[in-house]
């Protein structure tokens, strides 16, 4: 019996350390959103150990309704799918700032969100990652006050 259960770690602890990928210790890239994102971000990810990371997203517009600058952080767990295939899921927030133009009356507000994320990533043997990932994000303020649900591809250079 005490083999038998000795026997049973060693085969779990083999199956949990064979399943653990490797994640760039740090990836730069943009992330491709739609308009309830702001459109295109800059972004950087950060290892923060074997299977998690930091996102941080820098995303701005200028249209002819308003500019706006909003700067995202995300932690992520990341899990392996098949090879080089990853999925994620992560939560956060950030802070947004709006300068209305026409119609607006030049108002201006900054504001708080909170964040979730879950995507799906492919890691090349060069060192390119491109993501697909859902974004809903839930603003505190006047002018963005509701549910905003963002969906991005993401190519990023990791290093």
Not at 38 to 64: F, H, I, M, P, T
Not at 67 to 76: N, S
Not at 100 to 120: P, V
Request: net charge negative; no cysteine.
């Amino acid at each position: 019996m005490k083999k038998l259960f000795l026997l049973s770690i060693a085969v779990l602890g083999f199956a949990f350390t064979s399943n653990a990928q490797d994640i760039a210790n740090n990836a730069i890239g943009l992330r491709l959103g739609d308009s309830d994102g702001l459109g295109a971000e800059v972004s950087y990810q950060k290892a923060l150990g074997d299977n998690n990371r930091l996102e941080l997203d820098l995303g701005w517009r200028n249209s002819n309704s308003y500019d706006a600058v909003k700067l995202t952080g995300l932690y992520q767990w990341v899990f392996p799918l098949d090879g080089a295939f990853n999925w994620y899921v992560g939560a956060g927030g950030g802070l947004a700032s709006f300068s209305g133009k026409k119609g607006l009356d030049g108002e201006s507000e900054t504001s708080l969100f909170a964040a979730g994320d879950i995507g799906i990533e492919y890691g090349f043997d060069i060192p390119l990652l491109l993501a697909l990932d859902f974004r809903p994000e839930l603003g505190f303020g006047d002018f963005s006050d509701d549910l905003d649900f963002d969906i991005a591809f993401s190519i990023r250079y990791q290093f």
